[in-house]
């Protein structure tokens, strides 16, 4: 088992900056490639960026690809996720994601353990 505790979320106005952090435990965590996804109410959960178990590749979904940066810190067993330039439609619960495999992955269904969630509110 791996449990996974996102922290960092807040209110912020728009053009504004947060980094959330997901602080992971119970595993070997540089054996898990770890992914970000968001929710925002009444809409489906969505991928926002992915990070593979050494760091050396990434993926973002195209609405935070210059915006957004995922990192990992695999001394530390913690997955970060900086985001910047903030807009009101980045407002949603954000998960932290763990899979038991190398690659940085955008669905979902691949990821097998999952955090409680942090809520990221940006005002306009």
């Known amino acids: 088992q791996v449990q996974l505790v996102e922290s960092g979320g807040g209110l912020v106005q728009a053009g504004g900056s947060l980094r959330l952090s997901c602080a992971a435990s119970?595993?070997?965590?540089?054996?898990?490639?770890m992914g970000w996804f968001r929710q925002a109410p009444g809409k489906e959960r969505e991928f926002v960026a992915a990070i593979s178990w050494s760091g050396d590749n990434t993926d973002y979904a195209e609405s935070v690809k210059g915006r957004f940066t995922i990192s990992r810190d695999n001394a530390k067993n913690t997955v970060y996720l900086r985001m910047n330039s903030l807009k009101p439609e980045d407002t949603a619960v954000y998960y932290c994601?763990?899979?038991?495999?190398?690659?940085?992955?955008?669905?979902?269904?691949?990821?097998?353990?999952w955090g409680q969630g942090t809520q990221v509110t940006v005002s306009s």
């Open positions: 119970g595993r070997t965590f540089s054996n898990y490639a």
């Open positions: 994601a763990g899979k038991r495999s190398y690659g940085a992955n955008a669905l979902a269904a691949a990821y097998n353990y």
